[in-house]
Protein backbone atom coordinates (compact mmCIF):
# COMPACT_ATOMS: atom_id res chain seq x y z
CA UNK A 1 0.00 0.00 0.00
CA UNK A 2 1.24 3.80 -1.09
CA UNK A 3 1.54 6.57 1.89
CA UNK A 4 -1.37 8.94 1.75
CA UNK A 5 -1.22 12.38 1.48
CA UNK A 6 -1.91 13.71 4.96
CA UNK A 7 -2.85 17.45 6.19
CA UNK A 8 -2.98 18.39 9.82
CA UNK A 9 -4.33 21.38 11.03
CA UNK A 10 -3.70 22.28 14.95
CA UNK A 11 0.13 21.17 15.33
CA UNK A 12 0.98 22.93 18.57
CA UNK A 13 -1.18 20.91 21.43
CA UNK A 14 0.17 18.70 23.85
CA UNK A 15 -1.62 15.36 22.47
CA UNK A 16 -1.51 16.77 18.53
CA UNK A 17 2.93 17.72 18.61
CA UNK A 18 3.70 14.15 19.94
CA UNK A 19 0.95 13.18 16.64
CA UNK A 20 2.27 15.45 14.48
CA UNK A 21 5.75 13.61 14.85
CA UNK A 22 4.56 10.23 14.22
CA UNK A 23 2.84 10.81 11.31
CA UNK A 24 6.11 12.57 9.65
CA UNK A 25 8.25 9.48 10.74
CA UNK A 26 6.05 6.97 9.22
CA UNK A 27 6.92 7.87 5.75
CA UNK A 28 3.54 9.66 4.49
CA UNK A 29 3.82 12.98 3.15
CA UNK A 30 2.32 15.65 6.09
CA UNK A 31 1.50 18.86 5.54
CA UNK A 32 0.62 21.05 8.49
CA UNK A 33 -2.20 23.98 7.83
CA UNK A 34 -1.48 26.70 10.40
CA UNK A 35 -2.70 30.06 11.25
CA UNK A 36 -0.65 33.38 11.07
CA UNK A 37 -0.26 33.50 14.53
CA UNK A 38 1.21 29.84 15.17
CA UNK A 39 4.64 28.66 15.57
CA UNK A 40 6.09 26.42 12.99
CA UNK A 41 9.78 26.23 14.13
CA UNK A 42 9.50 23.43 16.31
CA UNK A 43 7.68 21.49 13.21
CA UNK A 44 9.97 18.56 11.85
CA UNK A 45 12.34 19.65 8.44
CA UNK A 46 10.60 16.97 6.16
CA UNK A 47 6.56 18.64 6.98
CA UNK A 48 5.35 20.72 4.61
CA UNK A 49 4.39 24.20 6.27
CA UNK A 50 1.22 26.35 4.53
CA UNK A 51 -0.08 29.13 6.20
CA UNK A 52 -3.85 29.57 5.64
CA UNK A 53 -6.74 30.96 7.67
CA UNK A 54 -9.43 28.47 7.55
CA UNK A 55 -12.19 30.81 7.14
CA UNK A 56 -10.76 32.15 3.81
CA UNK A 57 -11.99 29.45 1.53
CA UNK A 58 -10.24 29.97 -1.64
CA UNK A 59 -7.10 30.02 0.63
CA UNK A 60 -8.04 26.75 2.06
CA UNK A 61 -9.13 24.74 -0.94
CA UNK A 62 -6.33 25.45 -2.80
CA UNK A 63 -3.91 24.14 0.23
CA UNK A 64 -5.59 20.94 0.38
CA UNK A 65 -5.26 20.47 -3.29
CA UNK A 66 -3.09 17.72 -2.85
CA UNK A 67 -4.72 16.14 0.17
CA UNK A 68 -5.95 12.42 0.93
CA UNK A 69 -6.90 12.80 4.17
CA UNK A 70 -7.22 15.83 6.99
CA UNK A 71 -6.82 14.97 10.27
CA UNK A 72 -7.84 17.81 12.85
CA UNK A 73 -6.09 17.93 15.90
CA UNK A 74 -7.32 21.34 17.86
CA UNK A 75 -8.49 21.43 21.34
CA UNK A 76 -11.45 22.48 22.61
CA UNK A 77 -11.32 26.49 21.89
CA UNK A 78 -10.64 25.37 18.01
CA UNK A 79 -13.64 23.06 17.20
CA UNK A 80 -15.44 25.76 16.01
CA UNK A 81 -12.89 26.63 13.31
CA UNK A 82 -13.35 23.19 11.43
CA UNK A 83 -16.41 24.24 10.13
CA UNK A 84 -14.04 25.95 7.52
CA UNK A 85 -12.98 22.53 6.24
CA UNK A 86 -16.13 20.67 5.92
CA UNK A 87 -17.28 23.80 3.34
CA UNK A 88 -13.84 23.36 1.67
CA UNK A 89 -13.34 19.68 1.39
CA UNK A 90 -16.42 19.09 -1.33
CA UNK A 91 -14.83 21.31 -3.49
CA UNK A 92 -11.03 18.93 -2.82
CA UNK A 93 -10.01 15.59 -4.27
CA UNK A 94 -10.09 15.04 0.02
CA UNK A 95 -10.91 10.97 0.63
CA UNK A 96 -11.32 11.22 4.54
CA UNK A 97 -11.65 14.33 6.94
CA UNK A 98 -10.88 13.30 10.93
CA UNK A 99 -12.32 15.92 12.88
CA UNK A 100 -11.12 16.44 16.47
CA UNK A 101 -11.98 14.05 19.34
CA UNK A 102 -9.94 12.00 21.39
CA UNK A 103 -12.89 11.81 23.50
CA UNK A 104 -15.49 9.86 24.57
CA UNK A 105 -18.96 10.37 22.25
CA UNK A 106 -21.77 10.00 25.16
CA UNK A 107 -24.66 8.23 25.44
CA UNK A 108 -26.76 9.56 27.78
CA UNK A 109 -28.82 12.90 27.03
CA UNK A 110 -27.21 15.15 29.70
CA UNK A 111 -23.59 14.55 28.38
CA UNK A 112 -24.73 15.63 24.80
CA UNK A 113 -25.42 19.12 26.45
CA UNK A 114 -22.13 19.21 27.71
CA UNK A 115 -20.66 22.35 26.01
CA UNK A 116 -17.55 20.96 23.92
CA UNK A 117 -19.47 17.32 23.75
CA UNK A 118 -22.19 19.16 21.91
CA UNK A 119 -20.13 21.09 19.46
CA UNK A 120 -18.16 18.17 18.16
CA UNK A 121 -21.25 16.06 17.40
CA UNK A 122 -22.68 19.32 15.72
CA UNK A 123 -18.84 19.33 13.52
CA UNK A 124 -19.54 15.75 12.73
CA UNK A 125 -23.44 15.82 12.04
CA UNK A 126 -22.22 19.19 9.70
CA UNK A 127 -19.70 17.13 7.88
CA UNK A 128 -22.29 13.99 7.04
CA UNK A 129 -24.87 16.35 5.97
CA UNK A 130 -21.93 17.41 3.14
CA UNK A 131 -22.05 14.09 2.36
CA UNK A 132 -17.71 13.68 3.50
CA UNK A 133 -16.55 10.65 4.54
CA UNK A 134 -15.51 10.60 8.10
CA UNK A 135 -13.48 8.64 10.60
CA UNK A 136 -12.92 9.43 14.18
CA UNK A 137 -10.83 8.59 17.14
CA UNK A 138 -12.13 8.03 20.85
CA UNK A 139 -10.21 6.95 23.49
CA UNK A 140 -11.86 8.44 27.00
CA UNK A 141 -8.44 9.94 28.55
CA UNK A 142 -4.83 10.05 28.40
CA UNK A 143 -3.01 8.50 31.20
CA UNK A 144 -1.10 11.82 31.41
CA UNK A 145 -4.01 14.35 32.28
CA UNK A 146 -5.94 11.43 34.39
CA UNK A 147 -3.43 10.63 36.82
CA UNK A 148 -2.31 14.08 37.64
CA UNK A 149 -4.60 16.80 37.38
CA UNK A 150 -7.82 15.08 38.68
CA UNK A 151 -10.58 15.42 35.58
CA UNK A 152 -11.45 12.22 36.32
CA UNK A 153 -11.30 12.07 40.25
CA UNK A 154 -7.80 10.92 40.34
CA UNK A 155 -4.48 12.82 41.78
CA UNK A 156 -1.58 10.65 41.43
CA UNK A 157 0.17 13.26 43.04
CA UNK A 158 -2.13 13.45 46.11
CA UNK A 159 -2.83 10.25 46.65
CA UNK A 160 -6.52 10.63 46.37
CA UNK A 161 -9.18 9.19 44.15
CA UNK A 162 -12.83 10.40 44.26
CA UNK A 163 -15.30 6.94 43.49
CA UNK A 164 -17.85 8.07 41.42
CA UNK A 165 -21.15 5.67 41.48
CA UNK A 166 -19.44 2.85 41.02
CA UNK A 167 -16.46 3.55 39.32
CA UNK A 168 -14.54 1.38 41.90
CA UNK A 169 -15.63 -1.50 39.92
CA UNK A 170 -15.93 -0.07 36.54
CA UNK A 171 -13.36 -0.06 33.78
CA UNK A 172 -11.87 3.11 32.62
CA UNK A 173 -9.86 3.51 29.47
CA UNK A 174 -6.42 5.08 29.32
CA UNK A 175 -3.62 5.80 26.63
CA UNK A 176 -0.65 7.40 27.28
CA UNK A 177 0.47 10.19 24.41
CA UNK A 178 2.99 8.22 22.84
CA UNK A 179 0.48 4.97 22.12
CA UNK A 180 -2.27 7.69 20.39
CA UNK A 181 0.43 8.81 18.07
CA UNK A 182 1.71 5.31 17.35
CA UNK A 183 -2.19 4.79 16.65
CA UNK A 184 -2.53 7.99 14.21
CA UNK A 185 0.74 7.09 12.26
CA UNK A 186 -0.80 3.63 11.84
CA UNK A 187 -3.92 3.84 10.84
CA UNK A 188 -3.65 7.00 8.52
CA UNK A 189 -0.46 6.46 6.98
CA UNK A 190 -1.13 3.68 4.65
CA UNK A 191 -4.70 2.10 5.48
CA UNK A 192 -7.07 3.00 2.45
CA UNK A 193 -9.40 5.93 2.99
CA UNK A 194 -12.70 3.20 1.96
CA UNK A 195 -11.67 1.44 4.93
CA UNK A 196 -11.63 4.40 7.43
CA UNK A 197 -14.72 5.64 5.95
CA UNK A 198 -17.78 6.02 8.56
CA UNK A 199 -15.92 4.51 11.15
CA UNK A 200 -15.70 5.48 15.14
CA UNK A 201 -12.41 3.88 16.20
CA UNK A 202 -11.44 3.45 19.83
CA UNK A 203 -7.94 3.39 21.06
CA UNK A 204 -7.53 1.29 24.17
CA UNK A 205 -3.99 0.94 25.61
CA UNK A 206 -4.98 -0.55 29.14
CA UNK A 207 -8.16 -0.41 31.33
CA UNK A 208 -8.17 -0.16 35.22
CA UNK A 209 -11.08 0.28 37.49
CA UNK A 210 -10.97 2.59 40.35
CA UNK A 211 -9.67 -0.12 43.02
CA UNK A 212 -7.33 -1.15 40.59
CA UNK A 213 -6.31 2.49 40.79
CA UNK A 214 -6.23 2.52 44.84
CA UNK A 215 -4.36 -0.55 44.70
CA UNK A 216 -1.62 0.34 42.46
CA UNK A 217 -0.88 3.18 44.21
CA UNK A 218 -0.68 1.67 47.81
CA UNK A 219 2.14 -0.50 46.49
CA UNK A 220 3.85 2.78 45.85
CA UNK A 221 3.28 5.14 48.55
CA UNK A 222 2.65 2.11 51.50
CA UNK A 223 -0.43 3.62 52.30
CA UNK A 224 -4.20 3.41 51.20
CA UNK A 225 -5.02 6.42 49.23
CA UNK A 226 -7.54 8.77 50.29
CA UNK A 227 -10.91 7.98 49.27
CA UNK A 228 -13.75 10.43 48.20
CA UNK A 229 -17.17 9.01 47.29
CA UNK A 230 -19.51 11.00 45.47
CA UNK A 231 -23.16 9.67 43.98
CA UNK A 232 -24.33 9.63 40.70
CA UNK A 233 -27.37 12.19 41.78
CA UNK A 234 -24.77 14.72 43.30
CA UNK A 235 -22.55 14.71 40.07
CA UNK A 236 -25.70 15.14 37.97
CA UNK A 237 -26.13 18.28 39.57
CA UNK A 238 -23.29 19.44 39.15
CA UNK A 239 -23.26 19.04 35.84
CA UNK A 240 -26.44 20.72 35.50
CA UNK A 241 -24.96 23.92 37.37
CA UNK A 242 -21.91 23.78 35.29
CA UNK A 243 -23.95 24.28 32.14
CA UNK A 244 -26.60 26.77 33.15
CA UNK A 245 -23.87 29.27 34.52
CA UNK A 246 -21.28 28.38 32.27
CA UNK A 247 -18.49 26.76 34.45
CA UNK A 248 -16.18 24.66 32.63
CA UNK A 249 -16.01 22.30 35.10
CA UNK A 250 -19.11 19.97 33.05
CA UNK A 251 -16.64 18.00 31.24
CA UNK A 252 -14.93 16.67 34.04
CA UNK A 253 -18.09 16.12 36.12
CA UNK A 254 -19.16 14.25 32.76
CA UNK A 255 -16.71 12.19 32.61
CA UNK A 256 -16.51 11.19 36.16
CA UNK A 257 -20.26 9.93 35.73
CA UNK A 258 -19.80 8.44 32.46
CA UNK A 259 -17.19 6.27 34.64
CA UNK A 260 -18.83 5.47 37.66
CA UNK A 261 -22.00 4.29 35.53
CA UNK A 262 -20.12 1.99 32.92
CA UNK A 263 -20.41 3.90 29.95
CA UNK A 264 -16.71 4.53 29.23
CA UNK A 265 -16.62 1.19 27.85
CA UNK A 266 -19.45 1.27 25.73
CA UNK A 267 -19.12 4.74 24.44
CA UNK A 268 -15.85 3.26 23.42
CA UNK A 269 -17.38 0.99 21.09
CA UNK A 270 -16.36 -2.62 19.52
CA UNK A 271 -14.01 -1.37 17.01
CA UNK A 272 -10.89 -1.19 18.79
CA UNK A 273 -7.33 -0.27 16.97
CA UNK A 274 -4.65 -2.63 18.13
CA UNK A 275 -1.37 -0.81 17.32
CA UNK A 276 0.96 -3.89 15.77
CA UNK A 277 4.50 -3.72 17.33
CA UNK A 278 4.06 -1.32 19.96
CA UNK A 279 4.95 -2.55 23.74
CA UNK A 280 1.89 -0.98 25.49
CA UNK A 281 2.23 0.56 28.94
CA UNK A 282 0.92 -0.74 32.40
CA UNK A 283 -0.83 0.48 35.57
CA UNK A 284 1.74 -0.58 37.81
CA UNK A 285 4.37 0.32 35.01
CA UNK A 286 2.84 4.37 35.03
CA UNK A 287 2.18 4.07 38.79
CA UNK A 288 4.08 2.08 40.50
CA UNK A 289 7.53 2.52 38.63
CA UNK A 290 7.10 5.50 38.08
CA UNK A 291 6.98 5.86 34.07
CA UNK A 292 4.42 8.23 33.91
CA UNK A 293 5.47 10.95 31.82
CA UNK A 294 4.21 14.75 32.89
CA UNK A 295 1.64 16.34 31.32
CA UNK A 296 1.79 20.10 30.03
CA UNK A 297 1.23 22.74 32.23
CA UNK A 298 -2.16 23.84 33.59
CA UNK A 299 -3.38 27.62 34.65
CA UNK A 300 -3.60 27.71 38.24
CA UNK A 301 -7.08 28.08 38.53
CA UNK A 302 -7.74 25.33 36.52
CA UNK A 303 -6.07 23.28 38.75
CA UNK A 304 -7.68 25.22 41.67
CA UNK A 305 -11.09 24.27 40.18
CA UNK A 306 -10.52 20.77 39.99
CA UNK A 307 -8.94 20.49 43.51
CA UNK A 308 -11.78 22.00 44.76
CA UNK A 309 -14.03 18.68 43.47
CA UNK A 310 -12.26 16.60 45.83
CA UNK A 311 -14.81 17.35 48.07
Not at 252 to 272: P, V, Y
Request: charged residues 20%.
Amino acid sequence: MSFHRIAVYGHRGWASSSIVKALASSGAPVKVLYRPSSDVSGLPSNVTKVEVDVENQDQLVAALQDVDIVTCLVGHEGVQRQHGFVKAIPKTNVKLFVPSDLGLTPLDEQGRRVPVNKTKAELEKAAKDAGIPTTTVVLSCFAESAFSIGIMGIDYPGNRIIFTGDSANQQVNICTRNYVAAAYAQIFARTPPVQLQGRMIGLSEFRATGSDIAAAWKRKHGAEPTIVRHSIEKVEKEIDTCIERGIPLSLAWWCRKAWGTGQILKALGDDIWEVQGYEKATLDGLLVDGKLEPYKDVPPQALQALNSTFN
